[in-house]
């Protein structure tokens, strides 16, 4: 069957990169995750993209247990893909980060393909309140932060991972990370479709100009062929606008709370399924459809629901 018009929605639902002070509507608690994964599905995201946070302060928790308070209940709840990171937060070991993916062995695992300079401190110009010391101090230490993604590191999560059969969305926040996905390609290390999702609008990383959206798919287009799928995500304001410019190029999108905080100039998004339905009408106004869940796990070679873990 083809599947030429259908676009993947991938929601990430609450992130490392934002903080509650930012957003009420941030979800924080395993309760508060759970229906915001469920709500986007809903709403027609095919995948969610899981963190997890300590539901008191908010602050990143990458461990197995604080991932099993909401990953039954959005199984039982919903047929959507169930991604999750081993992104985790910069500041983590990537044997922490990969603890909960490793336990759980989902359908899709995120993997950043390279190491970069990761600066979130320019939101200390819109944000000046915060409830906990923590938030301040991630943000205003990203100014001498460095996200390592080294190649021993990247093949680390490979080889915990691959035997059980978890396919990755490969996080890509520059150029030279497609070259890198292409190195791991080449050794047989991963295998297509590869899911390619390029990041725009990070410091640090690519920027978000229409360029940019271009330059990364006509490069990727070159390394991997009909080897992968495209999908992108804009940081912050620029999440609509790249959106469109790759659905309207074929592309698939991620969005969500994780990414952008907005629904529009000066809007706060009241929830992750706002974003969806943004992006939906954008889709469909395009003249595609969204992909059920069923239809993503075929497009990307998934191994279905029923092999997870939890």
Not at 57 to 62: F, R, V
Not at 261 to 278: D, F, I, P, Y
Request: hydrophobic content about 40%.
């Amino acid at each position: 069957m083809s599947f030429g018009d259908k676009v993947i929605i991938t929601c990430a639902v609450t992130g490392a990169i934002h903080t509650p002070s930012m957003s009420q509507y941030l979800p924080v608690t395993p309760d508060e995750i759970a229906q915001a994964a469920i709500g986007a599905a809903e709403a027609g995201a095919a995948i969610v993209h899981l963190h997890a946070r300590d539901p008191e302060t908010g602050k990143p928790d990458q461990t197995p247990e604080a991932f099993a308070r909401f990953l039954p209940r959005i199984k039982q709840s919903t047929n959507a893909v169930i991604n999750l990171t081993t992104g985790g937060a910069p500041y983590m070991t990537v044997a922490e980060r990969v603890k909960p993916a490793e336990q759980f062995q989902p359908e899709v695992a995120s993997l950043n393909m390279g190491s970069m300079n990761f600066g979130l401190f320019p939101m200390l110009n819109r944000f000046k309140d915060f409830k906990h010391p923590w938030e301040r101090e991630a943000l205003e230490g990203s100014r001498d932060l460095v996200f390592r993604n080294s190649f021993a590191d990247i093949e680390f999560v490979l080889r915990k991972l691959g035997d059980a059969g978890t396919r990755f969305e490969f996080e890509c926040y520059d150029i030279s990370h497609l070259y890198n996905l292409a190195h791991f390609l080449d050794r047989g290390l991963v295998k297509g479709p590869l899911f390619v999702q390029s990041v725009f609008g990070i410091l640090g990383g690519i920027g978000p100009h229409p360029e940019d959206v271009l330059h990364m798919k006509r490069t990727a287009d070159r390394l991997f062929g009909d080897q992968y799928r495209w999908s992108v995500l804009g940081a912050g304001k620029n999440q609509l606008a790249i959106a469109a410019q790759a659905a309207a190029m074929g592309g698939n999108v991620r969005v969500g709370l994780e990414d952008s905080l907005w629904a529009g100039k000066g809007k706060l998004a009241t929830s992750n399924a706002e974003q969806v339905r943004m992006v939906r009408q954008i889709i469909e106004g395009l003249g595609r459809s969204i992909a059920t869940p069923d239809e993503a796990r075929e497009i990307l070679s998934l191994k279905g629901g029923d092999k997870v873990a939890f």
